[in-house]
Nanobody
């Protein structure tokens, strides 16, 4: 059974940093591309960043480019999202997801999802 679990969310002041961690189990992690998405109540889930199976390809939404960094450790079955210079508009539930595709950033591509971790940025 595939499980995806996020951690690391919390409350932080604007300008601060957080590191989100995603841990996957029940799959051959190195075969899967992974991504982070976020959602605010009443709005559609949006892509934040994605990374291919080896970590050699990454993509960022324009809104987070230069502030967020995605990385992965295949030996530990983990994906990370380092978030710096956080802004109040980054407040959202953040979700990690995995796809058997070698690389992709579209929401519809992702089959396995975590329950989310909440990030709140105060002004």
């Amino acid at each position: 059974q595939v499980q995806v679990v996020e951690s690391g969310g919390g409350l932080v002041q604007a300008g601060g940093s957080l590191r989100l961690t995603c841990t996957a189990s029940g799959l051959t992690f190195v075969d899967y591309a992974t991504a982070w998405f976020r959602q605010v109540p009443g709005k559609e889930r949006e892509g934040v960043s994605c990374i291919n199976w080896s970590g050699s390809l990454t993509h960022y939404a324009d809104s987070v480019k230069g502030r967020f960094t995605i990385s992965r450790d295949n030996a530990k079955n983990k994906v990370y999202l380092q978030m710096n210079s956080l802004k109040p508009e980054d407040t959202a539930m953040y979700y990690c997801a995995a796809t058997i595709n070698p690389y992709g950033c579209g929401l519809a591509e992702y089959k396995y999802w975590g329950q989310g971790t909440k990030v709140t940025v105060s002004s």
